[in-house]
């Protein structure tokens, strides 16, 4: 029998950002998508991101943020996870976020942004579609 | 040795990180890797955390990680949340209460979903046990929901058991009374500073000593520690009680290592056998379709479930018959 391997998604908050309501709905949302879902929480470095997701073998980290900070929190996680080797590693984000920023941002490897608006049902989707559990 | 093997003994995390995800997602090659690892295994000190959801054990844990650090032991934790029955998804959050571990390279942190088919917990968990042990860990805390079997049998494996309340959980401690009490070899009631504390105090000595007759000369008789752990109160006498667990568990083996006793070997012997069984014949059933096509019948009601139960295995194990 083929094996199927649970999808293991973190949702997190980098930076000064006390505003978690949508990041607990969509970890809620993932997880009736039937997703294992770690959530770390407020206040979170990109370090500290990057060093849980690794511990915790996860396909996904979703980043949020609200506070207008992005720009240097969501491509510093990318960054670390690159020193560190991992490129298996999905990173999206989602939050209130300029047009003009995301294409700056996909440009330094965070491949999709969700903005005020985006459907629970549309991001469960784009996950079911373009992440996939690692194999091996 | 494989190359996974010894990468787990040098303690490389994303080498281990990824084997207990394999070990979580029941993948073959796992169990050559895991017999390697054994000979490994035995150094660590493990300790089972359980009680009921919101009573503090994630900020126990947490408090106690900091404890050992300060002391230059290096943690391993387990931290067991329940998966939905309805969606199989489940939210870990036991991490939120210790992300200020994260950065320290002397702890690992893994949260592990209960998954709930087929009783497979206690024996992932146990697994995931062994590979932190041969990381080198020298404390494990497996924090898990004391409710259900399999969460029991997981707090079982570990040497020192530390059951949690809170006061005015009048009926929690009856649930306890009937199920967990005899698996804990510490009581620690949390959030001692609410009104009830000493009421639940005297409750739970109550039943300890009802049981008196399991704790005649020379056996342990559980303590009861008060203590607020999201102020760090009572944490130090909480691990100096450990302590003492510990020296006491090697006094009655003769110095033994007391994992090593032969009723856990045999209940983990037990288990082992129970879920690897179980995991090779529900595989089968699934592949050749006979175990779909039976839920389908009994659904239907062409058949009963015991009819087709007996119909599935005894083919395959004529001895049963």
Redesign the interface.
């Known amino acids: 029998m083929v094996r199927e391997r649970k999808l293991r998604v973190m949702v997190a908050k980098p930076g000064l950002d006390g505003h978690d309501r949508g990041a607990r709905i969509i970890a809620r949302a993932f997880r009736d998508a039937g997703f294992e879902v770690v959530y770390t929480g407020l206040h979170q470095t990109p370090d500290s991101i990057v060093k849980a997701a690794i511990q915790e073998d996860v396909d996904l980290i979703g980043l949020s943020s609200l506070a207008g900070a992005h720009m240097y929190l969501f491509p510093e996680v990318v960054k670390l996870l690159r020193e560190k080797g991992v490129d298996d590693i999905v990173v999206v984000g989602g939050g209130i976020i300029p047009d003009d920023d995301i294409s700056k941002l996909k440009a330094q490897g965070i491949v999709k942004i969700f903005t005020p608006g985006a459907k629970l049902d549309d991001m469960v989707d784009w996950v079911k579609t373009n992440v996939k559990p690692r194999s091996g | 040795m494989s190359s996974a093997v010894e990468k787990v003994i040098a303690g490389d ?2 080498t281990v ?2 084997l ?2 394999d070990i ?5 090659g796992v169990r050559d890797v895991l017999k390697a690892l054994y000979a490994h295994t035995g150094k660590a000190y493990v300790i089972g955390i359980t009680g009921a959801p919101g009573v503090g054990k994630s900020t126990l844990v947490d408090q106690m990680v900091n404890h050992y650090r300060k002391q230059g032991k290096s943690v391993g934790v387990l931290a067991v949340d329940p ?2 029955p ?8 036991d ?3 210790m ?1 200020r571990h ?2 320290d390279d002397g702890v ?4 592990l ?1 209960t ?1 709930g088919h087929f009783g497979g917990l206690s024996q992932s968990t146990r697994s995931a046990i062994d590979v932190l042990d041969a990381m080198g860990k020298d404390y494990i805390i497996v924090e898990t929901v004391g409710v259900g079997q399999d969460e029991v049998d997981v707090v079982k494996s570990a040497q020192t058991t530390v059951i949690m309340v809170i006061p005015g959980m009048g009926d929690d401690i009856q649930a306890i009374k009937a199920g967990i009490l005899e698996v804990g070899d510490i009581f620690v009631i949390n959030k001692a500073d609410r009104e009830g504390a000493d009421k639940t105090f005297n409750e739970l000595r109550q039943m300890i000593d009802m049981g008196h007759h399991r704790y005649e000369e020379g056996k342990w008789k559980p303590p009861i520690l008060k203590a607020e752990a999201v102020f760090d109160r009572g944490v130090t006498e909480l691990l100096e009680t450990i302590e003492k667990h510990r020296k006491h568990l090697l006094s009655e083996s003769g110095g033994k290592r007391p994992r090593k006793k032969k009723e856990r070997v045999r209940e983990e012997l037990a288990e082992m056998i129970k879920s690897r069984l179980i995991q090779e014949v529900l ?2 059933l ?2 050749t379709g006979e175990f779909d096509g039976a839920v389908e019948a009994v659904a239907a009601g062409e058949t009963d479930p015991y009819t087709a139960c007996d119909d599935l295995l005894l083919p395959k194990f004529r001895a049963l018959k």
Not at chain 2, 24 to 28: A, E, R
């Open positions: 995390v994303r990180a990824r207990i995800r979580d997602d029941k993948i073959p998966t939905s309805f969606s199989g998804g489940a939210i870990l959050g991490r939120i209460r992300q994260s950065l690992f942190i893994r949260s979903a998954r595989d089968r699934l592949e």
